[in-house]
């Protein structure tokens, strides 16, 4: 017999708070209130600054118009030596306007809590390269919302070779992605196709749900094998609930098809409105330390 949402989350927690307390594997709660976090309000003292490029545009060959980007290169890169590179969707309305990622990534590098990364910072494209949300929108789920090969096609066999590794040597494995709402689904979607690249995923209020077919994924995760994935996630009882379905819900979902299949994940699950996320923000730094950890 299939168990109660409520009966699966409140194993979930029990679980989280013995048997996966150390490893940080698990679902945990995440009460309000959600203060900014400290490492996003500034660089702390003798931490080095990185480089954050210009925005510029690259035009995809399989998309057939411009994404916006922004290279981030940790002050700790040394040319011919190796580091992960971790993507950045909607990079100028959340992870460049609602959270100051650059100075989080030198404050958490410097420290040791993760390792230099070069980081993607990637907006939606637009025939123009101009992204505005409610001229584009469609757009922009037609790149995200979609659980396809195609967005993650794009970053691999495209802009990645051509505006990182042209420039910088990058790991052939162990990469980040990382998004919120729609771009959190097409983070997943992007290391279900292409573990053997990306192993990390960030998604935080992921659109789990009936868009494009992403309520699909907790069968798909329990009809598949376990890849080698590191997934994260976070949702709150104040996310969307619209006609495409609870999104809370199909968080817990996810969390809990995870947990039948053994992966290592993490689920932050508190009280947080999907925009803006404050909940995401809050939890920021700290998902990105067990992601890296």
Known sequence: MRRSPAVSLLAALLLAACAHGRS??????QPEPYPPPAEAAARAPNVPAGTLTDTATYASRSYGYRFRYRLYVPAQYRA????????FQDASSMYLGQVNTPIVLDNLIARGEM?????????????TGEYVHERDKGLRSQEYDAIDE?????LVDEIVPDVVQAHY????????IAGQSS???????AAWHRPDRFRRVLTQNGSFVGIRGGNAYPTMIRASGPKPLRVYLLSGTKDLDNQFGRWLDANDAMAEALQ????????????????PPRQAIADFPDALRWLWR
């Open 24 to 29: 940080g594997i698990g679902t945990f709660a």
């Open 80 to 87: 011919g030596t190796p580091v992960p590179l971790m993507v």
């Open 115 to 127: 390792p230099p990364v070069i980081a993607l910072f990637l907006d939606p494209g637009t025939p």
């Open 150 to 154: 195609r967005y993650v096609r794009f």
């Open 169 to 176: 040597t990058l790991t052939p494995d162990g990469w980040g």
């Open 183 to 189: 771009g959190g689904i097409a983070a997943f979607t």
């Open 260 to 275: 039948d299949q053994r992966y290592a994940y993490r689920y932050r699950r508190g009280a947080g409105e999907h925009f």
